[in-house]
Every structure is written in C-alpha cells, then in structure tokens.
C-alpha cells in the first residue's frame, strides 16, 4: 500500500471549516484513499473514502487532486468535539492483504473555542 | 443498528494469568478483525478472521496469543500468561465483506492492564 504524509498536528476555531491534508503520491490506480478519526480513548471512527471523484457525506467532504497525489479532508464546521487523530490511508482494491488497514501517525486537529 | 461491541472495556490481569477480550461485529457483518495500539503508537493489525476461519494471523505474536470466532457467539482474543508488554488497547473491527473496498467499522476498544 502506498505510503501517506500527514502534518503532526493543526489547529483550527470552532466554526471554522478544518482542512486536513494528506500527501499520497506513491498510490496506484486501484488504490482508495480512506479517513478515520480517533477521538481520546475511543476506537477509530470510519468518515469516508474515495478513490478519485471528490465524495461527501454527513460527516466531511473528501478532495483528491486530479493526479491522486495528495488528498484534503474538509470538516465544514468543526466542533469542540471534532478534536481527534485523524488518519489518512491507503487502502488496495482488492487483492492481497488490502483488509489490513496502516494506521501511520496521523494529525492531531485541535479545535479551539 | 448495533454497532461493533467490545467487553469488558476495562480488563486488569496479574503476570501470568489469562485474557479473554470479546468482539460481536456489527449486525450482518461476518468478518471480524482485531488490532492492537501500544502507549503512544498507532494501531497495528494483529488477525483477520471468518466465521470458524482464521484467515490472516500474520500480526499476532507467535506465541501465548490466539484468536477464534466461532459459528454462534463472539470473537474472541485470548491472551495466556500475560506480560507487562501485553498492556495495551485491542480493538476489533468489522466489516460485511472482505477483499473488495468494504468499510470496516471499529469497536471502542479493550484497555488491557497487566500489573
């Protein structure tokens, strides 16, 4: 799977949209990009995954450069309890071992009242 | 819909004595995996299981460490003569399918402390 880079930590206010980004530019053509977000002491929570179109759910919106070299994770209007680790991953189709996920060591996003 | 469930969420255990953490997956989810995060690590893929299958135990340490999930009840991960290096939270995901995109979604957690 194809390695990602994370910034250690961002800063955002609340209210504020937060733009997380993610570099990615060793990930093949049938590899999927996926965000989970682990809050203190909690299990990883799933937000979403794409694999090239620009995808949005009731959680965040999820921005892939047209190369698929880098993506953004966007948090509309974070809240004080959008505070968490957020992973960015790579993830293979199919095939192989792709149902082990690569946790690496994400970016702490802490939103400021 | 239930999500992934964990228990205990707290387990404290002598050296030496056994660890059993459960996992029920997610309703209509038949694959299971368990992950585990060290203090101050992140999350590393320990087995991958089916019903009455091990699929994938690659991340389990050879010994003292086995995992099951049998055709009617919980997964189970099973820690013998547990060490201080044991302490650690173990997480179990599920996920409906496997080999294709399929999300897995993640339990809140065991917290092992070994005295």
């Known amino acids: 799977d194809a390695k990602t880079t994370q910034p250690t930590s961002m800063d955002c206010a609340e209210g504020r949209a937060a733009n997380l980004p993610c570099n990615h530019s060793t990930i093949s053509g049938n590899e999927y990009v996926y965000w989970y977000r682990q809050i203190h002491s909690q299990g990883p929570q799933y937000i979403i995954h794409?694999?090239?179109n620009n995808e949005t759910n009731e959680m965040a919106s999820l921005i892939i450069t047209e190369d698929r070299k880098s993506s953004t994770l966007i948090l509309p209007h974070a809240t004080l309890r959008d505070t968490a680790v957020y992973y960015c991953i790579v993830r293979v189709a199919s095939g192989g071992s792709n149902y082990k996920l690569t946790f690496g060591k994400g970016t702490l996003l802490t939103v400021n009242p | 819909n239930a999500g992934v469930m964990q228990n205990p969420r707290h387990l404290v255990r002598r050296r030496g004595q056994e660890a059993r953490l459960r996992c029920s997956p997610m309703?209509?989810?038949?694959?299971v995996y368990w992950y585990r995060q060290l203090p101050e690590e992140g999350l590393k893929f320990m087995v991958y299981l089916q019903k009455e299958n091990i699929i994938d135990e690659s991340g389990m340490p050879k010994e003292r460490f086995s995992a099951e999930f049998p055709k009617e009840g919980p997964s189970i991960l099973r820690i013998q003569q547990v060490v201080r290096g044991d302490s650690a939270a173990y997480f179990c995901?599920?996920?409906?399918?496997?080999?294709?995109?399929?999300?897995?979604?993640f339990g809140p957690g065991t917290r092992l402390t070994v005295l």
């Open positions: 995901a599920s996920s409906g399918l496997a080999g294709i995109t399929d999300t897995q979604y």
């Open positions: 794409g694999l090239k």
């Open positions: 309703k209509g989810h038949s694959h």
